[in-house]
C-alpha cells in the first residue's frame, strides 16, 4: 500500500494544524501510526490508533495536545494537532502495521508515506 501525507506548512505557535494520510488500497485492518523526525534527531513516535479507531496511543510530549482519528471507508487517516510549539517541528509521516500491531516502534511498521514538513515559528 501506498500512503500519502498532506497538510503540513508553517504554522505559528500556540496554533493549530491537521495532518491526512490517504492510502492508495484498504487500511481496514491496518494500525496506522505518525512518527516524527526533527533536524538532527532520530524518528520518534507520535501516535497509533488501531483498525477500528477504538484504541489510541500517544507519546507522552503530544498527550491532551494531538488527536488521531481514521475513517476507513476514505482510506485516511488524520492528527489534528493543537497547541503546537517550536519543538514539535519535523517532518511528520504516516505509517501502516499490515498485522494490525498498534506498536510505538517504528521498526514494526510495513509502509510509510513521503512525509511532510511542518513548522512551528513564534
Known amino acids: 500500500v501506498q500512503l500519502q501525507a498532506s497538510g503540513g506548512g508553517l504554522v505559528e505557535v500556540g496554533n493549530s494544524l491537521g495532518l491526512s494520510c490517504v492510502a492508495s488500497?484498504?487500511?481496514?485492518?491496518?494500525?496506522m501510526a505518525w512518527f516524527r523526525q526533527a533536524p538532527g534527531k532520530q524518528r520518534e513516535f507520535v501516535a497509533v490508533?488501531?483498525?477500528?479507531?477504538?484504541?489510541?496511543n500517544y507519546a507522552g510530549s503530544v498527550q491532551g495536545r494531538f488527536t488521531i482519528s481514521r475513517d476507513n471507508a476514505k482510506k485516511t487517516v488524520y492528527l489534528q494537532m493543537s497547541s503546537l510549539n517550536r519543538e514539535d517541528t519535523a517532518v511528520y509521516y504516516c505509517?501502516?502495521?499490515?498485522?494490525?500491531?498498534?506498536?510505538?516502534?517504528?521498526?514494526?511498521?510495513?509502509?510509510w508515506g513521503q512525509g511532510t514538513l511542518v513548522t512551528v515559528s513564534s
Open positions: 505509517a501502516a502495521n499490515k498485522w494490525g500491531a498498534s506498536s510505538d516502534q517504528d521498526t514494526q511498521y510495513h509502509y
Open positions: 490508533i488501531n483498525f477500528s479507531g477504538e484504541y489510541t
Open positions: 488500497r484498504s487500511i481496514d485492518v491496518y494500525a
